[in-house]
């Protein structure tokens, strides 16, 4: 405190030096006769040195690697005999904060080096869990702080945090399978789903979801906001969800799961969706998943409605927009399409099949189509299709939604180009076991948006009439312009056992697959083998297993006849007074035609 310095002489010491840095030591004054050190504060200045070489006389050369200012108190009483140890004050290391906020409004920017501190406390939020990391001025990667409460460093360095959201159990969980497929996530919520979505388009959030694998230590498996698209993530519902409304009644708007190549199982439950348009920076997403890439979408129905009046869209479907190679199986397509923007290619379950020398597989196995579309006031010729405008192959399948296209004519030829289809496909396709119950239509418009045209495009199965796709054991019960492919039985494609409705089509395309609606409920095991039959209604592929009994009453009702006709010959008379038929004049006239029959 007098500023008057003591001997370097006058002491020894002992220290104990870690690495570069000298964490301790143990001095002894023996100066002034051997007379106690007087009482009081003292400045202790000391330097770490380092051989580094010899001078010409051979000396050694020290070099300074660091220097300890420290300032002790000596109490009364401390004799030559007495040893005080010192803890020294190490360097001061600069710290620096990464996007963190704290709590408190004085944030250090230095700690001592080897001394253990504690690291403020983070402003945190309920539902997120907050992971610390250290950076060190000589490295780039991240490493951990175990313990934020007694942390220590040895150069500048800088301490960030990891947020994760903290997923429910109910929302997302990750199990193992154990089997081949690998691991899959069970989803229950739609804000499950929409985390599912984030690891697959790339997260935007950090996660903690509970892991029932067991491959991680804590139960929990963490995603980083810095992990790329997992597109190949399997996943597995785990009950019905509903994307069109939040708890309040808000309406949802969805964007798409895009790059999907896993397996996607639906476990039977349905995902209702209505809005997915989507756009950003002039690139346009649309569909529950906008492109699959070699997935598997297995067991799911999805529900709900789609109307798109923009145009920019190159394809539109109820489930996907696009694909490039993917296999359904025990799927069903409920959305209704309503399309009145130009967008090229339009399907119930999938838009446009992107088919090359690399990806040459779409295939649908055990799938329903229920969803109706709607397309209209268009100013191009898009092509549109009950389940996809293109597939290599369909298996026990059933297209029971209506399809309504639209051609656009232009008035300088009349030409028009799009096509209409039940199901469609692309060259040498294969169709087997399947039936087609909707009605096929569609409204053309000239360039005067004049609806007086109508395009001859129209098919009951697919429009490809040139690379013979094949038919066996098929039925196209519906109506449209052209059954099947066109020229049923000619070059246009092979035909087995397969038949088409003459009352919607007539029997000039070959009489040898003709059948009146009757005779073909009519049919039997012994003409088509594993379907279902019932005397009222068509038959059906024999898949009535694989789907809830409110999804297979919807196909029964669309395949069964109206009552009155041979395969359902009994009315009320109720239903009878609706046969009357009231002329312009007013004069009503009854037409019966068969028995009546008392039955009460």
């Not at 009702?557 to 009357?580: C, D, S």
Request: hydrophobic share 30%; aromatic share 12%; with cysteine.
């Amino acid at each position: 405190e007098d500023e008057n310095f003591l001997a370097e002489s006058d002491f020894t010491a002992e220290t104990g030096v870690t690495e570069t840095f000298l964490s301790e030591v143990q001095f002894t004054y023996s100066g002034n006769d051997n007379e106690a050190l007087s009482a009081g504060n003292y400045i202790l200045k000391l330097e770490l040195q380092q051989q580094t070489g010899l001078d010409p006389d051979k000396l050694p050369i020290y070099e300074t690697i660091n220097t300890y200012t420290c300032l002790i108190h000596v109490a009364p009483g401390l004799c030559s005999e007495d040893t005080a140890e010192l803890k020294t004050l190490a360097p001061l290391y600069e710290v620096t904060f990464e996007g963190i906020e704290f709590e408190e409004s004085i944030v250090p920017t230095s700690y001592n080096a080897y001394t253990t501190f504690a690291l403020p406390t983070i402003k945190k939020e309920d539902g997120y869990e907050y992971q610390w990391y250290k950076i060190s001025s000589n490295s780039s990667s991240q490493e951990s702080v175990d313990d934020p409460s007694n942390v220590s460093i040895k150069e500048d360095t800088t301490f960030g945090v990891k947020c994760y959201k903290i997923v429910a159990e109910d929302d997302i969980v990750r199990t193992a399978k154990g089997d081949s497929t690998g691991d899959y996530f069970s989803i229950g919520t739609a804000e499950g789903l929409g985390i599912f979505r984030y690891l697959v388009n790339g997260c935007n959030e950090n996660l903690k979801m509970v892991d029932n694998s067991g491959a991680s230590e804590d139960g929990y498996v963490y995603y980083d906001y810095s992990l790329v698209s997992q597109s190949q993530l399997n996943a597995t519902l785990t009950s019905d969800i509903d994307l069109t409304h939040d708890a309040d009644g808000n309406e949802l708007s969805w964007i798409p799961i895009n790059g999907y190549s896993g397996t996607f199982d639906g476990g039977g439950y349905t995902i209702t969706v209505n809005n997915t348009y989507y756009s950003n920076e002039g690139v346009y997403y649309q569909g529950f998943f906008d492109t699959l890439d070699g997935a598997t979408i297995k067991n799911l129905v999805v529900a709900g409605e789609e109307t798109i009046s923009e145009s920019g869209l190159d394809y539109c479907g109820g489930i996907a927009s696009s694909i490039k190679e993917t296999k359904f199986i025990n799927c069903v397509n409920k959305r209704k399409l309503t399309v009145s923007g130009n967008v090229g290619h339009i399907g119930g379950f999938v838009g446009y099949f992107q088919k090359n020398e690399t990806y040459n597989s779409l295939t649908f196995e055990n799938c329903i189509n229920l969803g109706e579309i709607n397309v209209s006031d268009v100013s191009t010729d898009p092509y549109v299709a009950g389940f996809t405008t293109g597939a290599t192959s369909y298996t026990k399948c059933i297209n029971a939604g209506n399809v309504t296209g639209a051609s656009y004519l232009d008035s300088s030829d009349g030409a028009a180009s799009g096509t209409v289809a039940g199901f469609d496909a692309s060259d040498s396709a294969s169709f087997t076991d399947c039936i087609n119950l909707g009605d096929i239509s569609a409204n053309s418009y000239t360039a005067d948006d004049e609806k007086n045209h109508s395009t001859d495009k129209v098919y009951g199965f697919s429009s490809i009439e040139n690379n013979k796709p094949s038919f066996m054991n098929c039925i196209d019960a519906g109506s449209a312009n052209y059954p099947f492919t066109g020229v049923v039985g000619n070059t246009t494609g092979t035909y087995v056992t397969s038949y088409y409705n003459s009352d919607s089509y007539g029997s000039s395309y070959n009489a040898d697959y003709a059948k009146t609606s009757d005779e073909l409920c009519q049919l039997t095991d012994s003409d088509l083998a594993n379907w279902s039959y019932d005397s009222s209604r068509y038959p059906l592929p024999k898949i009535e297993e694989n789907f809830s009994e409110k999804i297979w009453q919807e196909v029964v009702a669309k395949a069964t006849l109206p009552k009155g006709t041979r395969g359902n010959p009994f009315v009320t008379w109720e239903e009878l007074a609706n046969y009357v038929y009231t002329s312009s004049d007013s004069e009503t006239t009854v037409y019966i035609a068969g028995t009546l029959e008392a039955t009460s």
